[in-house]
Structures are given as structure tokens and as C-alpha cells.
């Protein structure tokens, strides 16, 4: 399977090329992040000197030295450093700039990412809908979009926060470690020969307790598939009495469940053991040798207490850090299969709404020379093997022959969602590959078997033929498709959301808003993919009379399924295993005896 349908992925170093594509997002804000990096910079220095000062007011009432006023740079600010009360007001003014540069800092990243993410959706949108139709046909429409949007996410973290937190980890870490030194050499040493050590043997264990916790949920996952495939083909249970078969078989997967979850809860309890015993303990041995350094006279009390509440800032930091690493590496990964997405061969069509294409009318002569065709994922099995089919302008052409025999294909090709292997398609005597993809699929409109309807009202879903059409065309496109009646019964006549979340419509009814949408855009060439389904009479009588309508005088490639559709066609074509067999009109195809007959009498038609 494709990379897309994996799960998020953690960066390679091999492919930094493709993350470097990501500099064409962040250079419109190079000068911000600049401003970022010296706002976290000044931010964590700051974040030192406070801890340095709640230090010094611990060291206040127990230090007998007055050195510290002549030594403290803050001496030059005429700041008495053994006086509470100016030591909280200073605290209180840093802590105001700390304050306000944060609101900066954080305001400016979401503003850059924001943008950036602006401008990415945008173009990982733009690239999904320009992709061909191949690149469908090898993935999940639900996993591409579920990717697309973890990705966009992770990306978006890196961004927002991980970047600045990393930073100010970093310059916290060093200058932490560095003011440390100069505290106490023995003590800094002997905090740093355990407690990094602990920290990181618990992010490690951490980590394996989340690869714990994420197998437990894979198997919830697998757990809830086996529900949602029970209740989707419940018909299937029940007819088969099979109801104690799924009981037992969601009773193994919830076992898992609890075995896997058990295994996770006695790592966990591990775990807090391990932070309590090696990382507290780890801290009361440097707390011991302090106080006891400190006893020896060997360290300022103020010093001491510095020490501690900085050795508490240093560990958190180191603490956080492998966190940020890995949101780092997996937005690393994210960048990398978004731009791999975008860097897709795309399809030539026009994504802008105001970008131009050439306008143009077809007279509507379609002929397929020798089309040889199979899918590029399936390199073996041979579609179509030698084609040749003709339409004369303003003639139906209806495609019968079993299923699978490669009838959908030929209307694929005939729209350009692939490229035949062998032979070719010409229309109006052009091969298709000289005209414009955008200009040349405006001129042809496809009704499919099934329609879907997209979310909102019949007004929209009718103008979907033609976006910009007026209210006037759209209605009389409605009453041509014989759609009218139906429509203007609903209290919100047009306003109706249909849809999901709206009006049910009927079969009969989607096809009529469907055939309504292609009359409104006026093709030259209709392909029609009649449905299978049988609709009542009724339905059936009113959808025959807007396909009518929407066939006049159109050169029409129908897949028929119906007599009475194949009965109106001027040709039809027989295509059986990927080529045709027969060509005529029905009635001198039914004498022949050949293909069409028996397909007639085997009932492969619908006798409708
Ligand atoms: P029909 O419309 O006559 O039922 P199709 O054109 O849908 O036939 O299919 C013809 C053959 O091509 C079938 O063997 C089918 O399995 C295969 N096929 C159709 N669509 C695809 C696809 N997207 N990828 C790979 N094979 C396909």
C-alpha cells in the first residue's frame, strides 16, 4: 500500500530534500521568526534571573556575607540584594516584561503558522483535487483525508509551539547548567552525573509504556471494526443465525483488550515507582550534598537555594525536551509525505477560480481508433483490447455487454480520467491530449449510476453543472429534467437541503436533480451511466422523459442496462471482455443471432 494510508510517519533523514520544499512557506516570515527567536531567547534568560532572585530572597535572612551586594550586578542598579522588598519588585517588573514578551511571542507564532497553515491547506487541497484519477484508484478516500489533516496538525504543532519550546529548553538547559557551574562545580557535577541519567531512563520508559498503550488501543480499534461490521450486515447475522459466532468473536478481542491493558498498568505502576525512588532520590542526594556543602560554609545559603530551584528548571527542561524532539520528528515526517503529495504528478486542469482556460464548442464526433487500455495498478489484466467505436455528432451510442466487461472504462477514458495504453480517442477529429483538460471537460457532462448528492440545498446541487448559472436557468434546467413538480412540492422548493443532514431525496428524484445539473451545463458530449436499480414505473416514466430531454440533439455515450434505452439508441455497441463484438441497431442485431441476442435472452437487459 501507499505510504498515505500508514501512520504518521517519523522523519528520515535520507528525504530532507523534500522538507527543504518547506522553506518556500516559511520565507515570507523569516524576518518573524528572527523577532521569535530573539523574544524566546530574552524570555529564557529572564526566566533564569527570576529563579536566580527567588533564590536570593530564600538566602536573605541566612546569609551572613554582604559580599553578594558588592559582587550582584544589580548593585549598579542601586538594588540592595539583602532587602526583601527590593528583590520582590524587581522580581515583580521581570516577571511584567516576561509577561508581556510571552503574549508577544505566542501571538506572533500562531499569526506566522497560521498563514503558513492558510497557504498549505490551500495547496495540499488544490493538489488532492488536481490529482488523476489513478491516483484514487490505489487509495483510501477516508485515509488521504485523514493523513492529509494529521498531517496539516503535526505541522502546524511544530510551529506553534514545539519550535519556541525547544528553543527555550535549549537556552535554559545551557545557561541553567552554565550558572550552576559557577554556584557550585561539585554540586553541579554530581547533579549531573544522576539526574539527566534518570530523566532520560524515565523517557525511555515512557515511551515504551505508550507503545504499551498505543497496542491497546489498536486492539479497541479492532474491537470496534468487529461491532461496526456486525451491525452493518446484521441482515447477514440474523439470516444465519450467526449471533453467538460474533458474541464469541468480539468476547476474544476484548480479552486482548484487558490482557494488553493489564500488561500496561503494571509498567505504569513501575514506572511511578522509578520516578519516585531514582528521581526523587536522585534529587534528595544533591538537596543532602548541598546542605552539606553548604553547612561547610563552602556555599552561600542565597547560592544554595538558587541551585535547587534551578536544578528544578534545568531537569524540567530536560525533562520536556524529548518531547519536543519527538513532536519535531514527527512534524519533520508530516512535512515530508505532505510535500511528497504535493510533488504528485497532477492532472492540467485549472484549480483557480479566476485562472482562464480556453472556451471552446465541440460538435461532438467521439471515435475510439484501436483503444487498448489496462489500469496502472493492475498492469496484468487487459481492459480493453482494440476499441473501435464511433459517434456522429448529436447520436446515442449505448454500450451493452456484461459486467466487467470494461463499459465504465471506455466512459473514463472518453473523459480523460486515464490515458488509453494503445490506439486512440479523438473528438471532432483532435486527440483528446491536444485540448485543454479544464476546457474540454466543461463541454461534456457525465451522469452517473448512482448519484451523490453533495451537502446543501437543490439550488446548489442543480448549479453544480454550472456554478455561475442564474436563478432563472437553473429553474428551467429543473423543469426541463422534469424536476419541477417534485422540487416545488417541498415547502423550500429549491432552499431544500438535501443530503445527509437534509430531505431524503428518492432514486428517481437524484437522478432528475442529476440529469438537471447536466442540461444546466449544455454539453456537447453526455455520457450516461444508466442506473441498474430498478425504479418504479412511475419514477422510471418521469426519469425517461428528463433523459430525453437532456439527449436531444447531444452525442450521447450511454451504458445502458434497459431496452427501452437501448431500443432509442442509433447504435449500440456489444463490448464483451474488452472488445466489441457487434455493432448495430437493435433490430439488426436481434436477427444476427450473435452476442446482443443472447444477452436479450439471457436477460442480461432489463426488459423495462
Ligand atoms: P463494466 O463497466 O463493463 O462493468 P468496468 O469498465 O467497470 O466494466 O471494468 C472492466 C475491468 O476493469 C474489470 O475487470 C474491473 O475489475 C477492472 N477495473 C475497473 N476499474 C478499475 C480500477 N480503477 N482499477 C483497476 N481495475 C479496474
Known sequence: MEQTVEEARKFNWKNWAAVRKMGHYLRPHAWGYALGVLIISLSGILTLLVTRLWGQLGGVGTSSSEDAVVESPMAALNINMHNLVEIGWLILIVLAVQAALSFGRVLLFAKMTEDMMLSMRNDAFEAIVSMPMRFFDTRSVGDLNSRVSADITAIQDVFT??????????????????????FSVTLTLLMLATLPVMIIAAILFGRFIRMLSKRTQDQVAASNTIVQETLTGIISVKSFANEAWEVSRYLRSIKDIR?????????????ASFIILFIFGAITLVIFKGAELMMEGGLASEHFFTFLLMTGLVAGSIGGIAAQFSALQQGLGAIESLMELMDESREDVVTQTKQPYPAFQLRGEVSFE????????????????????????GKRVALVGPSGAGKSTIASLLQRFHEPTGGIIKVDGRPLSEYDLTGFRKRIAFVPQEVILFGGDIRSNIAYGKTDASESEIRLAAEQANALDFIESFPNGFATVVGERGVQLSGGQRQRIAIARAILRDPDILILDEATSALDANSEKEVQIALDALMRDRSSLIIAHRLSTIKNADQIAVLSGGSILEMGTHDNLVVRSGAYKKLVENQEIDLV
Open 161 to 182: 509551539t514545539t519550535f519556541a519550546e525547544l528553543l527555550r529548553q535549549v537556552i535554559i538547559i545551557v545557561g541553567g547548567i552554565l550558572a550552576l557551574l559557577y
Open 259 to 271: 490482557s494488553l491493558a493489564m500488561r500496561g498498568a503494571i509498567w505504569r505502576g513501575a514506572f
Open 370 to 393: 484501436n483503444v487498448c487500455f489496462h489500469y496502472a495498478n493492475r498492469a496484468d489484466v487487459t481492459v480493453l483490447s482494440g476499441v473501435n467505436l464511433h459517434i456522429e455528432p
